[in-house]
């Protein structure tokens, strides 16, 4: 099943069946909001709002871990993340959508993977995840391909179908937040090499391989970085570009399910292989 985490401004899959929402407790915490159960054209579709009800959910504050957890719970395999971000690559405009595959990780204070050795938690289940759990094992996943090659090949293929503007790769640059970025701090993450940033993208990418997820992420661009845009950032700006986008987020989603391959041909479901210590 296919799991969607919607981001700033995407609260709700307002034009899908709702079939079912679950108000889960992991043994990571309670994730953000209820998943909800959605069914599109026949085929099922699980959405967690990464903010919760109300955005009250800052980025530094978000269970990561209980949200994918939760959705694993469900039956989730593949999961699809919407997120604003500000463009550091000064090709990337307002709107652009951008398939993100490789990551820059600025976070400080985030809990960032399931396997704590002697100390991971306890869960049910007799999968490779749990025994891994269950055990104490230390692990260390690969994240050279970090975002699932085959949704985003199947995601720019309805983009290009769909006529939207989009970039194909790109780095996705994480920071603590919850403020935006200095200046100085901008200029450092252009010579790194980043082109979108954001606050909540990691670690969300990792957890979700740990799990053996396939895990991609549509990035809307709302606003030029600090620096390089002209003007005072603010929230506003940002989830007013993301109403503006909000029909063209829903086509691009409701046209991914439908076309969406039922099998998994990349390479995630093995993440684990050859991680454990």
Known sequence: MLGIIGGSGLYNLEEFKLTGSFSLNTPFGKPSSEVKLCEYEGRKVAFISR???GHSYPPHLVPYRANLWALREVGVNRV????AVGSINRDYKPGDFVLVDSFLDFTKERASTYYEGRFSKKVEGNDEVARLLNEGKVVHI?????YCPQIRKEL???LRKLGLEFHYGGVYVCTEGPRFESVAEIKMLEKLGGDVVGM???PEVVLARELTMCYAS???VANPAAGISQNRLTSDEVIGLMKNREKDIETILKEFIR????SRTCGCKNA???AEV
């Open 272 to 274: 684990l292989e050859g």
């Open 80 to 83: 699809l993340a919407v997120s």
């Open 200 to 202: 909540t993208g990691y």
């Open 142 to 146: 690969d994240v050279s391909e970090p």
């Open 218 to 220: 549509l990035c809307v």
């Open 259 to 262: 076309y969406l391959s039922e």
């Open 156 to 158: 720019s293929e309805v």
């Open 51 to 53: 903010h919760g009800e």
